[in-house]
C-alpha cells in the first residue's frame, strides 16, 4: 500500500469520499498500477512496472467491501485515490489503497486512510489494520504517524501442488441447502475460536464469482477447519499458476499440515502449479510445519493494526486472515 508521508494542502478540488463501483474498474486499475510502479521506482527498483489487477480480483475487493470501497475523483471525474476497506465481523482492514502519483504530497493519503478507520469504526470493528511492504521506510513511517503500530510480518509461502490420498470436501460441489448449513458450520468455528470474527462473505463471494473454493476438513455439517482460496490469476492476463489462501481456520493447530496437504492436492486438481499461504508471524508452530514440508518463501509484508485496534490470535486453533486482496 503506497501514500505520502507529506501533508500539504490539497492542490485541486476533490470530490469523496464516493463509493466504487465496477465500472470504476479500469480507473482503479490505471491509479493501482501507476502507484505501485512509482513505490518501487522510489525504492530503487526503477526496472519493475506493476502489472494491472485481475477484473475479478477487483470486482471481489469492491463487492467484499461494500460500502467500504472508497474513491475520491478529480475536477474531472477521474479516480485519483481509493481505499478498499473491508470488515469480516469485527476484523476490519484496508487494501489495497493508494493514491495516483501526481496528487501525492498534499494530504490526500492522510485522508482516504483517516477516512477508512472512520467508516471501520462505524461498523463496530475491533481490529482496524493493514499491510504494507517492510522494505519501505515513507510508508511505515507515514502509517506510524497516523498511530498505526508495526507487528509480525506475514510471510507469503508456497508449496508445489501435489495429488493427496483424499480429496476434501468443497462447498461449491454440496446441494444447496448442505452449502448453507456448512457456511453456519464455518461461522460457529469461526465464533468458538475468535468471537465476532465472520468470514461468511468472503465464503459467498468466492462461491459466486466462481473465482475458487472453501475447502472443509472433516464433515460439511461440522467441519474442523475450512481454507477459502482463490484459484483465478491475480494479475489481468496471466495463466491459472497459483492457488491463494485467503482465509483459513483450524479447530487444533496440529491439523495443519493435513489442511495443507488437502489445499496441496486441491491445487493439483484445479490446474494450478503451486499453493501461496500468506503466514502471519503470530504462528511460528505452524511457520516450523510449512517449512517441513518443503515450503519457499516468496513474499514479505509487514502487518501494521492501529494503536487499540489490534488483533490478538486465539488462545486455541489458528485463523490466518489475509489483509490483501
Not at 479516480?79 to 501526481?102: I, K, Q, T
Not at 461449491?172 to 462473505?201: E, K, V
Not at 467441519?223 to 483450524?250: I, M, Q, S
Request: aromatic letters at 6%; charged letters at 20%.
Amino acid at each position: 500500500m503506497t501514500a505520502s508521508s507529506r501533508s500539504y494542502r490539497l492542490a485541486r478540488p476533490m470530490e469523496g469520499p464516493q463509493i466504487a463501483t465496477v465500472h470504476d474498474i479500469p480507473q482503479l486499475n490505471e491509479v493501482f498500477t501507476e502507484a505501485f510502479t512509482q513505490r518501487y521506482r522510489n525504492d530503487g527498483m526503477a526496472g519493475v512496472r506493476v502489472p494491472p489487477l485481475n477484473p475479478a480480483i477487483w470486482q471481489y475487493a469492491i463487492e467484499d467491501a461494500g460500502d467500504g470501497a472508497l474513491c475520491w475523483r478529480d475536477d474531472r471525474g477521474r479516480v485519483v485515490a481509493f481505499n478498499m476497506a473491508h470488515h469480516s465481523g469485527s476484523e476490519g482492514w484496508m487494501g489495497p489503497l493508494c493514491v495516483r502519483p501526481d496528487q501525492q504530497g498534499a494530504g490526500l493519503g492522510k485522508i482516504i486512510v483517516q477516512t477508512g478507520m472512520r467508516w471501520l469504526r462505524l461498523q463496530h470493528a475491533k481490529v482496524i489494520g493493514l499491510e504494507t511492504m517492510p522494505r519501505t521506510m515513507d510508508n511505515i513511517g507515514f502509517y506510524s504517524n497516523l498511530g498505526f503500530i508495526p507487528g509480525h510480518l506475514t510471510v507469503t509461502l508456497t508449496l508445489d501442488a501435489a495429488a493427496g490420498d483424499r480429496a476434501a470436501h468443497c462447498l461449491s460441489q454440496l446441494p444447496p441447502n448442505d452449502r448453507t448449513a456448512a457456511m453456519a458450520a464455518c461461522l460457529a468455528l469461526t465464533t468458538r475460536l475468535q468471537p465476532g470474527y465472520d468470514f461468511t462473505r468472503e465464503l459467498e463471494l468466492t462461491d459466486r464469482l466462481g473465482l475458487g473454493d472453501t475447502l472443509l476438513l472433516g464433515p460439511p455439517e461440522a467441519p474442523a477447519g475450512f481454507a477459502v482460496c482463490h484459484t483465478v490469476p491475480l494479475v489481468e492476463g496471466r495463466a491459472r499458476d497459483e492457488l491463494r489462501v485467503l482465509k483459513l481456520v483450524l479447530e487444533r493447530r496440529a491439523e495443519l499440515p493435513q489442511m495443507l496437504g488437502a489445499l496441496m492436492d486441491y491445487a493439483k486438481r484445479s490446474g494450478t502449479r503451486r499453493l501461496a499461504i500468506r503466514l502471519q508471524g503470530d504462528y511460528p508452530e505452524a511457520y516450523r510445519a510449512c517449512m517441513a514440508l518443503g515450503a519457499r518463501v516468496r513474499w514479505t509484508d509487514l502487518r501494521m493494526s492501529a494503536d487499540g485496534w489490534n488483533e490478538v490470535p486465539p488462545s486455541e486453533g489458528m485463523i490466518l486472515s489475509n489483509w490483501e486482496i
